[in-house]
């Protein structure tokens, strides 16, 4: 299985910051990535997927990068509602695997 | 809307058996992968399942041989039946849609608890 590795695993930020989240694929996962925000109680939603491309209704201020084995989610601008926990995975292969989270707090 | 509703959790006994159901609508859900994703109390997200929209199904390790995972096309449903339940299998588990293997709708899931 490939093993995803996210870091870090918990940054304190303030509204307005600048907040970049990576991820490391053990493997090569051909830019087969998605990222996902999770707040307490509620299901994951996805913000992008396949390394770069938005999915609809997510705001502009959050982008992805990356190639290869290592990829990055950046939120140019926090807002207070994107204090959440964030999530890597990768999809070029069985099983599909995740990252341990990244919480973005205050 | 995309709206996914699972059923079916309880708490069961270690060893038992638990069937989840998982009902789709607004969407054409016999042209979708589906999945299931499961979260552990405090813990992080773990993939579970996907069947795909030839049939054609996926298992995570840890659930190969106890967990089978099905779709009822007819129905727009998604079934996920869990034999041999263990401690660790306790979680919420989520159902969730397919986008060429990223998971773009979800339900808000069912909370399977395994304890004596």
């Known amino acids: 299985a490939i093993a995803m590795t996210q870091s870090p695993s918990s940054v304190s930020a303030s509204t307005g910051d600048r907040v970049t989240i990576t991820c490391r694929a053990s493997h090569d996962i051909s830019s087969l990535l998605a990222w996902y925000q999770q707040k307490p109680g509620k299901a994951p939603e996805l913000l992008i997927f396949q390394t770069s491309f938005l999915q609809s209704g997510v705001p502009s201020r959050f982008s992805g990068s990356g190639s290869g084995t290592d990829y990055a989610l950046t939120i140019s601008y926090l807002q207070s509602e994107d204090f959440a926990t964030y999530y890597c995975?990768?999809?070029?292969?069985?099983?599909?695997?995740f990252g341990q989270g990244t919480k973005v707090e205050v | 809307e995309v709206q996914l509703l699972e059923s079916g959790g309880a708490l069961v006994q270690p060893g038992g058996s638990l069937k989840l159901s998982c009902e789709a609508s607004?969407?054409?859900?016999?042209?979708?992968?589906m999945s299931w994703v499961r979260q552990a109390p405090g813990e992080g997200l773990e993939w579970v399942s996907t069947?795909?929209?030839?049939?054609?199904?996926y298992y995570t390790d840890s659930v190969k041989g106890r967990f089978t995972i099905s779709r009822d096309n007819s129905r727009n449903v998604l079934s996920l039946q869990m034999n041999s339940l263990r401690a660790e299998d306790t979680a919420v588990y989520f159902c969730?849609?397919?986008?060429?293997?990223?998971?773009?709708?979800w339900g808000q899931g069912t909370l399977v608890t395994v304890s004596s």
């Open positions: 069947i795909l929209n030839n049939a054609a199904t």
């Open positions: 995975q990768q999809y070029v292969s069985y099983p599909r695997t």
């Open positions: 607004g969407f054409t859900f016999s042209s979708h992968g």
């Open positions: 969730a849609r397919d986008k060429y293997g990223s998971e773009d709708s």
